[in-house]
C-alpha cells in the first residue's frame, strides 16, 4: 500500500470519501435539479448538479493533495477536440486525478436511476485507482493497482462466458451525431445477431464495473472520453478483464474507442466490430 499514501494519506481513501459525498449529495438532488442546458448536442446534457458536484471533489482532492493536477469533464469546453486538447495538456502530470462528477447525466435528467461518479488517479499516465460509485443502489467499485477490485468488500472477478453468443454486452449511443453514432451503429448491428442480448444503461462508467463484476461480459463504445473510462479501466484490469482500444492497442488515457471484456471473447468481440467497420 506504501506507494499510495502521502503524508500517512490513502489515495484511495480520499478517491472513495469524494465518490461517497458527491454520490450522495447527487442523489438528495435527483428529481429535483433546476437548471438544464445542452453541451456538444441535443444529447449532450448538463445540469447544476455535474458542476457542485465536480467542484466538491476538486475541493476534496485539492485540499488533501494540493499539488495534483486534476481533470474534470465539466471544467472542459464541450466536443471531441477540445477533450483532447484538455488531456494532452496533463497527461504527463505526476499526479493526476481524472474525474467523471456524474456519468448517465441524462438518467439524471429523467430520474432513470442508472448514473455514477467515476473518480481516477494516474501516476505518470498510468491509472492506479479507480473508483466508480452508484448511488442509487450503493455500490461502490473500488480498485488499486496491483491490489484486485472489490464491490460491497467482495473481490470481483470478470464473467466466464466463453464465446459471443453467450454474451451479454453493453454499448451507449454517442452524442456526436457526425462520426462516432454511426461506427456505434454498425458495430450495433453487426453485434446484435451474434451475441445472447444487448443493453444500453447509459453510463459507461457503470457499464464497465459490471464487464469487472461479472455482470456484463463486455463493452464497447465509440467517442468517449478519459474521464468516462479511467476509473472504469483499472476495474476491468483487476478483476481480470481485457480492456482496449476497438483495435486492439492497450489501453492507455487517451483511448476513445473502447472495447472491454471479460477476456475470454474479446478477440472474437474485437473480430465482428473491425469487420462491420471495415465493410462500409
Excluded at 118 to 142: C, K, N, Q
Excluded at 227 to 247: H, M
Amino acid at each position: 500500500m506504501s506507494e499510495h499514501i502521502i503524508g500517512g494519506k490513502s489515495f484511495t481513501a480520499v478517491a472513495i470519501n469524494c465518490a461517497a459525498k458527491a454520490g450522495e449529495w447527487i442523489k438528495t438532488k435527483l428529481g429535483n435539479h433546476t437548471t438544464l442546458s445542452l453541451k456538444y448536442s441535443a444529447q449532450d446534457l448538463v445540469t447544476e448538479v455535474d458542476k457542485g458536484a465536480e467542484m466538491m471533489i476538486r475541493n476534496l482532492v485539492l485540499t488533501h493533495f494540493p499539488d495534483h493536477s486534476f481533470l474534470g469533464e465539466e471544467g472542459v469546453e464541450p466536443g471531441p477536440e477540445a477533450s483532447t486538447r484538455a488531456l494532452q495538456s496533463v497527461r504527463d502530470a505526476e499526479y493526476l486525478w481524472v474525474v467523471d462528477p456524474l456519468d448517465g447525466t441524462t438518467n439524471f435528467v429523467h430520474s432513470f436511476p442508472f448514473f455514477s461518479v467515476s473518480i481516477a488517479l494516474a501516476h505518470r499516465g498510468e491509472i492506479i485507482v479507480g473508483v466508480v460509485y452508484d448511488p442509487i443502489r450503493d455500490e461502490l467499485f473500488v480498485a488499486e493497482k496491483g491490489k484486485g477490485a472489490y464491490v460491497r468488500g467482495r473481490r470481483m472477478g470478470v464473467s466466464s462466458e466463453q464465446s459471443l453468443r453467450e454474451s451479454l454486452i453493453a454499448t451507449g449511443f454517442p452524442a456526436d451525431q457526425n462520426y462516432a453514432l454511426p461506427l456505434n451503429m454498425k458495430g450495433l448491428q453487426a453485434l446484435v445477431p451474434q451475441v445472447r442480448n444487448i443493453r444500453s444503461g447509459g453510463s459507461a462508467a457503470l457499464h464497465m464495473a459490471y464487464v469487472a463484476a461479472g455482470r456484463l461480459s463486455g463493452f464497447w463504445e465509440i467517442g468517449l472520453n478519459s474521464w468516462d473510462l479511467a476509473a472504469g479501466s483499472l476495474l476491468i484490469s483487476e478483476s481480470g478483464g481485457r480492456i482496449t482500444d476497438v483495435k486492439g492497442n492497450p489501453y492507455d488515457l487517451g483511448v476513445r474507442h473502447v472495447a472491454a471484456t471479460n477476456g475470454h471473447i474479446h478477440d472474437e468481440f474485437l473480430h465482428v466490430l473491425q469487420q462491420a467497420e471495415s465493410s462500409s
